[in-house]
């Protein structure tokens, strides 16, 4: 019985290690992600942004910012749940891609759109 809790308890801690410190998109990846969302905008987000028509070669790259920043809530807090927020600045139009940061799932589209 003391061998079963023991695994047990084992896999337990060995999950929350995983689930805390899971595998984030990185930088390179999170650009593109946001990228491909600009381009192919989501229609769940219920902002409606039109699509960009720049390739992602011609934003030069002082005009791309990223920040890595923590989740709101107490469950996102307490599993460590981070987003990407990347803004790509082109023709006079900023917005900002809020992304998952382990599944690059698209959490919302803000700034100036038009």
């Known amino acids: 019985m003391k061998k079963v809790v023991s695994a047990v308890l084992i896999a337990i801690v ?3 290690f995983y689930n805390y ?6 930088t390179e990846q999170a650009i593109v992600q946001a990228y491909g969302y600009l381009k192919n905008p989501p229609s769940g987000t219920g902002v409606s942004v039109q699509a960009i028509q720049v390739e992602l070669d011609a934003v030069p790259t002082e005009n791309i910012t990223l920040a890595l920043r923590q989740q709101e809530g107490f469950l996102n807090e307490l599993f460590n749940d981070q987003q990407w927020e990347v803004t790509i600045s082109y023709e006079d139009v900023i917005p900002t891609v809020v992304m998952d940061a382990v599944t690059g ?3 919302d589209i803000r700034g100036p759109l038009n």
């Open 14 to 16: 060995l999950f929350a």
């Open 105 to 107: 799932e698209v959490l």
């Open 21 to 26: 410190q899971k595998p984030m998109l990185s």
